[in-house]
């Protein structure tokens, strides 16, 4: 047992001892030692062997992290340091002169994995200093052996003494750094490794748009016209030297115009794994290539839904969005998806690779069908053409004639009659808007009724009162859309003027009539009238075809001359219709039957020359007295 010291060998705590014996830093330790009961006994000499505690060997530097905290002063050859050796739950710290381990290995832990700080643009810079020393290959080699994660180099090149190039994604970046002093080269010296976030830079010239016509050239299929751009920043033929991201608005214009300029009736393009963000540059694919049918733009970084709008005029039949961050807000929404997008492209027959409904192509333009011509009239019966063109004619003559009485009898008794008109530029529609009988906005049940005229006696004071017409029977188009023994449903449109209105009297009208036999001829039933201002594209068209309303106000009063409602001349009048022709004329001019017939003979039954030939002659004295005798 050795011997006990005095105490004056460490009198007070941090005083040195004069003992000539004490010669080493570490000799031993005078301090008293906590007892359970928090006072102090006795005390212990500080040894580095491994110790038992509770009947079992425990490592020492476990030991001494489990034990209380234990300073130790040494001699004036130690310049007075102290090694701290912290207690439980206080961690390790390590002095020049302490025997305990480095932090790398104490307790048997390694050290952690370097990290790379995150980039905004995602891309990381690479830098191995003297890789001048070393080629490509050799250093790139190594690399991917140590590192299990797959990488491509962009733009590897030698500045000075480094070698630099650039990966794309922050997982592929960490793992490159801790390959830092991993690999050592046969000369004996350990790489270096070091990577920064940073983005490559690369200027479009003529050399690199010759470099992107040749590695497009590789992605075209002809079979299909279909051009595979996924991932072009990563083609092997482009990365060496430069940095083409097509998520470069200035590299994907410079890339789409060399595409159009070649292949201007591409029909499906790829843009898969490109990390677009912002695809509002891809609106111009409808105009660089109107066949496109087939876009994948899939593993992508498109977030919104409504950012498909910019290309919502391709009429697309295929479409992949599949792996950007929009499709994760419809996982449990697939329906939804589907219309969304189906919304922005009505046509879509596949879906990231999903077939689809085919669309209803009562909701779907189909381009490959040719629409046809229209036409000024629209029948399939051609005797109800026959009917419905004389009733007509006859009919617009009296309308647009001084008096309008002869209409009673082209109503039936209990027939119907209603006007609408719109309501926009009221004041020049004023005429009509007081017996308006729009149902969206009429909701008071007693106004409709009243605004209803039933009766034929009530429906030709309502007509009388209407304002003096002068249709354009040259406007007029007509369809006959029902045909049956009892009835017939005609519909004409047309131009007209209100011969007494001055500023801008030409209007536009729609008249449907329900037309049923009564006797040798047939009469109205119902009829609805609707009359508006002239669309901007009517007017064009109406100037266009030279129906100037300079034009118009040279015609007589009275009606145009009467031209068919087809280019094809209205078939011979029947005596019927001669008869009421010429009973019309005598209660307008006040002729006699006789001299009726004779003018509208004269005339070749047309009545709007019938009238007028009255009137010049009426107004120089030529008509004898005797065509006025009954």
């Not at 733009?155 to 390959?179: Q, R």
């Not at 391709?314 to 419809?330: F, K, M, S, T, V």
């Amino acid at each position: 047992m050795s011997k006990k010291p005095s105490k004056s060998a460490w009198g007070r705590r941090g005083r040195r001892t004069s003992n000539p014996e004490d010669k080493h830093y570490f000799g031993h330790d005078d301090r008293v030692g906590r007892t359970s009961s928090g006072t102090f006994g006795n005390r212990r000499r500080v040894s580095f062997k491994p110790q038992g505690r509770s009947g079992r060997d425990i490592p020492r530097s476990l030991a001494l992290a489990l034990d209380d905290d234990i300073p130790m002063a040494g001699t004036s050859n130690n310049n007075n340091r102290q090694v701290i050796v912290r207690g439980r739950n206080r961690g390790l710290s390590r002095g020049r002169n302490s025997p305990l381990p480095h932090r790398e290995f104490r307790s048997g832990l390694s050290s952690r994995p370097q990290q790379v700080p995150a980039g905004e643009t995602n891309w990381y810079k690479v830098t191995i200093p003297f890789g001048h020393k070393y080629t490509k290959d050799y250093i790139l080699s190594n690399l991917t052996n140590i590192t299990t994660e797959a990488f491509v180099p962009i733009m590897y090149k030698i500045i000075g003494n480094e070698a630099n190039f650039y990966v794309e994604d922050h997982k592929t970046a960490s793992a490159l750094l801790n390959c830092d002093r991993k690999l050592t080269t046969t000369d004996g010296f350990k790489i270096r490794v070091k990577v920064k976030p940073g983005i490559p830079q690369c200027e479009i010239n003529d050399e690199l748009k010759e470099r992107l016509k040749q590695a497009m050239v590789k992605r075209y299929v002809q079979e299909t016209n279909a051009l595979d751009l996924s991932k072009f920043h990563q083609d092997p033929d482009l990365v060496a030297d430069y940095f083409c991201a097509l998520s470069r608005p200035i590299m994907l214009m410079a890339v789409l115009d060399i595409v159009s300029e070649y292949v201007p009736t591409l029909e499906a393009l790829n843009l898969d794994g490109n990390k677009l963000h912002l695809i509002e540059r891809l609106d111009v694919l409808y105009k660089k290539f109107p066949r496109l049918k087939i876009l994948y733009i899939g593993d992508n970084k498109i977030r919104e839904i409504n950012q498909l709008d910019a290309i919502k005029e391709l009429h697309l039949e295929e479409l992949r969005l599949a792996g950007n961050p929009i499709c994760n807000r419809y996982k449990s929404r697939q329906n939804d998806y589907i219309s969304d997008v189906r919304k922005r492209f009505p046509k879509l027959l596949r879906l990231d690779g999903m077939e689809l409904p085919r669309p209803i192509l009562f909701d779907v333009a189909n381009d490959t069908t040719k629409v046809p011509p229209t036409q000024r009239l629209f029948v399939t019966d051609a005797k109800a053409q026959d009917i419905a063109s004389q009733f007509l004619q006859q009919y617009f003559i009296i309308f647009d004639s001084e008096n309008r009485h002869p209409l009673l009898d082209a109503y039936d008794e209990h027939a119907r009659f209603s006007l609408t008109t719109n309501t926009q530029n009221s004041e020049k529609l004023s005429a009509y808007l007081a017996e308006n009988r729009n149902l969206f906005r009429i909701n008071n049940s007693n106004k409709r009724q009243k605004l209803l005229k039933q009766g034929r006696l009530p429906v030709l004071s309502f007509i009388i009162e209407l304002p003096r017409t002068r249709h354009h029977l040259n406007t007029f188009t007509m369809d006959i859309s029902v045909v049956t023994e009892g009835m017939m449903l005609i519909t004409v449109t047309g131009l007209f003027d209100e011969v007494n209105n001055k500023n801008d009297q030409l209007r536009y009208f729609n008249r449907t009539f329900i037309i049923v036999p009564r006797g040798s001829g047939y009469c109205i039933c119902n009829e609805q009238l609707h009359i508006s201002l002239l669309t901007e594209e009517q007017r064009k068209k109406y100037t266009s075809e030279n129906f100037s309303e300079a034009q118009m106000s040279d015609v007589p009063t009275g009606s145009k001359t009467a031209r068919p409602l087809s280019e094809t001349p209205i078939p011979q009048l029947s005596e019927d219709v001669k008869r009421q022709m010429a009973l019309t004329l005598s209660q307008q001019t006040n002729m006699n039957s006789e001299w009726s017939l004779k003018c509208l003979e004269e005339v070749q039954w047309n009545y709007d020359n019938a009238i007028s030939a009255f009137q010049e002659l009426y107004k120089h004295g030529q008509i004898p007295s005797e065509a006025f005798t009954k």
